[in-house]
């Protein structure tokens, strides 16, 4: 289950919609080992594409060391979906490389209603995971 703050949900909405038509991408960094999302990072999909993402590989880079430094991992791995369902793509469980991270996705599709959930992606196998949205940890 991901238990996530609502102010994170708000941001990863916030830039999922500023970012369409393309698909937006980004993290939730948390501390190494709580499984708790604490620390957004919008980041630029390489690819500015309405049908695919790509982190920039010299940000991830920078992003990955900053984490490594504070001691964090990247328990939210997220994107949108402009014009499909949130639901991970095969290119999405392709590339899906932290087992660890929660993968979650939201459809831009409607403009007035966002769609997110949440999997897991483990070796290829989706999961699709709970999510409970929290004031606060």
């Not at 996705?105 to 196998?125: A, C, F, K, Q, W």
Request: charged residues 30%; hydrophobic residues 40%.
């Amino acid at each position: 289950m991901l238990v996530i703050r609502s102010d994170l949900v708000d941001a990863m909405v916030a830039h999922a919609r500023a970012d369409h038509p393309d698909e937006a991408c980004g993290i939730v960094a948390g501390p190494d080992g709580s499984d708790r999302p604490e620390r957004f990072v919008a980041m630029l999909n390489a690819e500015r594409s309405p049908t695919f993402y790509r982190f920039d590989s010299a940000e991830q880079l920078k992003v990955w060391r900053a984490m490594d430094e504070a001691d964090e991992v990247p328990v939210v791995i997220y994107h949108s979906h402009t014009g499909t369902e949130a639901y991970p793509s095969r290119t999405d469980i392709s590339f899906a490389s932290e087992p660890d991270a929660h993968y979650v996705l939201i459809s831009t599709r409607d403009p007035e209603v966002h769609e997110l959930r949440s999997y897991r992606i483990v070796e290829g196998v989706v999961t699709e995971e709970p999510v409970t949205v929290v004031d606060r940890y």
